[in-house]
């Protein structure tokens, strides 16, 4: 061995432990409470299916269940229609409970255009103006299928109160 080497060799003092590191220790918990958390959120039952009192039809609503899938629901109500027969049900609501129905009104407006276009009623380029001959302007020009698309090219109107914010109900 070589003197040099032998000098240096004791002479060099340790490289101190890098701070941006965490300590093996903190992995590793950190490791372990990821695993138990990922553990306890597959075997915590949560509640499947509707949540709430059952009104109405309970067998429709059993079928509601089977439709709709194992999703949580708070409050639904449903009603069947076939020819003058009508079943409704519900959880957490019942036939006078009130829903904001949002978009699903464009859903029947189109049925509606289509079953009126079926029967020879009216035709695509039907405007608002033939059906309501006491409309006037721009509005008058618009034609049912424009409406039906949702592409009618008036302006936007201000949303309606929604339930709740201190409306008054008409």
């Known amino acids: 061995m070589d003197t040099d080497d032998a000098s240096t060799a004791t002479t060099e003092t340790p490289r101190p432990h890098s701070t941006t590191a965490p300590p093996r220790r903190g992995v590793t918990a950190i490791i372990a409470a ?3 958390a990922a553990l306890l959120l597959l075997i915590t039952p949560f509640p499947r ?6 009104t109405g039809d309970a067998r429709f609503v059993g079928e509601l269940e089977d439709t709709l899938g194992s999703k949580r629901w708070h409050h639904v109500a449903a ?3 076939d020819g003058d027969e009508v079943t409704w049900g519900g959880v957490g ?3 006078n409970s009130e829903f904001e129905i949002g978009s699903i009104t464009k859903t029947f407006t189109a049925a509606l255009f289509a079953d ?7 035709d695509e380029g039907t405007r608002l103006g033939d059906v309501w001959p006491g409309l006037s302007g721009d509005v008058a020009e618009v034609t049912l299928a424009s409406i039906a698309m949702q592409r009618s090219g008036l302006p936007a109107q201000e949303p309606a109160p929604s339930v709740g914010d201190g409306a008054e109900r008409r």
């Open 93 to 95: 609501a019942d036939e």
């Open 116 to 122: 009126a276009i079926e029967r020879g009623e009216i």
């Open 79 to 81: 009603a069947k229609i």
């Open 49 to 54: 299916g509707f949540q709430g009192e059952t």
């Open 34 to 36: 990821v695993v138990i």
